[in-house]
Nanobody, 117 residues
Framework: QVQLVESGGGLVQAGGSLRLSCAAS????????MGWFRQAPGKGREFVAE????????SYADSVKGRFTISRDNAKNTVYLQMNSLKPEDTATYYC??????????WGQGTQVTVSS
């Protein structure tokens, strides 16, 4: 069982930056593919970024490509999402998730990001 706890959300002005953290306990994150997702009010959950088990392969939603970076620190058992050039449309609750094979089976409780214009 993997427990995930996100942190780092907050209120930021458009153009600003935030770094989200996802700390894991219960298992070693290096054995899992990791992803970040977000859900805006009144909308469904959408994919933001993911990182392979090895850390060598990343994937991003088109809407965040070039602005967000996903990374991991295996020594700290933590995954990060660096978010730069934030836009009001990035406002959402952000969730990290872990997958052992194909499906994301473990989710955190989410952290709120609000970008003011």
């Amino acid at each position: 069982q993997v427990q995930l706890v996100e942190s780092g959300g907050g209120l930021v002005q458009a153009g600003g930056s935030l770094r989200l953290s996802c700390a894991a306990s219960g298992r070693t994150l290096s054995n899992y593919g990791m992803g970040w997702f977000r859900q805006a009010p009144g909308k469904g959950r959408e994919f933001v970024a993911e990182l392979s088990k090895s850390g060598g392969v990343t994937s991003y939603a088109d809407s965040v490509k070039g602005r967000f970076t996903i990374s991991r620190d295996n020594a700290k058992n933590t995954v990060y999402l660096q978010m730069n050039s934030l836009k009001p449309e990035d406002t959402a609750t952000y969730y990290c998730a872990a997958r052992y094979q194909f499906n994301y089976g473990y989710w955190g409780q989410g952290t709120q990001v609000t970008v003011s214009s």
